[in-house]
T-cell receptor
Framework: KQEVTQIPAALSVPEGENLVLNCSFT??????LQWFRQDPGKGLTSLLL?????REQTSGRLNASLDKSSGRSTLYIAASQPGDSATYLC????????????FGKGTKLTVNP | EAGVTQFPSHSVIEKGQTVTLRCDPI?????LYWYRRVMGKEIKFLLH????????ESGMPNNRFLAERTGGTYSTLKVQPAELEDSGVYFC??????????FGQGTRLTVV
């Protein structure tokens, strides 16, 4: 059974810091991994999708890496801004070829001005 | 291009009543999913449609939940009768096969 763990559960940093959010999953037979952002009371916004054949993906100040063999992914945020404050969620397919996603509980990020 | 749209955004109903949630996926996406987040827990899968067919409904909590996707377009999720533990945020997502999933804003359901 696929399980996703995100560490830390919460993180508070001053503006401008570079930071890393961690995601680990138990079943490495995944075909992709997706990072989402959720603002309070809002839906999920897809940030980055990494295919299993890729090791990383970049979008602006965000960089996500994937190490399938060790069951880990990291989301790196450079030069953090107050607008980055949100909950960041990691999700992977439940098993094998399944298309249903298993989510972690998320990391709540607060960037202080 | 419109994203995934969900109605209503909020719903407050009494225990025992019926509520119907609606999801309009991104046009052309055959895959439609329902997920739910209850207080303090992670987002969990409910079911998956491919066009109008239920591909996987292993996450549906019980037979008080009924999902339909008539004509392979929009989908509805009906809860009848609603119980207190059904409160949470219900998300809908759509995708093409094995690529990025796009989520709606969610429907916050409160059963009192």
């Amino acid at each position: 059974k696929q399980e996703v763990t995100q560490i830390p559960a919460a993180l508070s940093v001053p503006e401008g810091e570079n930071l890393v959010l961690n995601c680990s999953f138990t079943d490495s037979a995944i075909y992709n991994l997706q990072w989402f952002r959720q603002d309070p009371g809002k839906g999920l916004t897809s940030l980055l999708l990494i295919q299993s054949s890729q090791r990383e993906q970049t979008s602006g100040r965000l960089n996500a890496s994937l190490d399938k063999s060790s069951g880990r992914s990291t989301l790196y945020i450079a030069a953090s801004q107050p607008g980055d404050s949100a909950t960041y969620l990691c999700a992977v397919p439940s098993q094998g070829g399944s298309e249903k996603l298993v989510f972690g509980k998320g990391t709540k990020l607060t960037v202080n001005p | 291009e419109a994203g995934v749209t969900q109605f209503p955004s909020h719903s407050v109903i009494e225990k025992g009543q019926t509520v119907t949630l609606r999801c309009d996926p991104i046009s052309g996406h055959d895959n439609l999913y329902w997920y739910r987040r209850v207080m303090g827990k992670e987002i969990k899968f409910l079911l998956h449609f491919v066009k109008e067919s239920k591909q996987d409904e292993s996450g549906m909590p019980n037979n008080r939940f009924l999902a339909e996707r008539t004509g392979g377009t929009y989908s509805t999720l009906k809860v009848q009768p609603a119980e207190l533990e059904d409160s949470g945020v219900y998300f809908c997502a759509s995708s093409q096969s094995r690529v990025e999933a796009f989520f709606g804003q969610g429907t916050r359901l409160t059963v009192v």
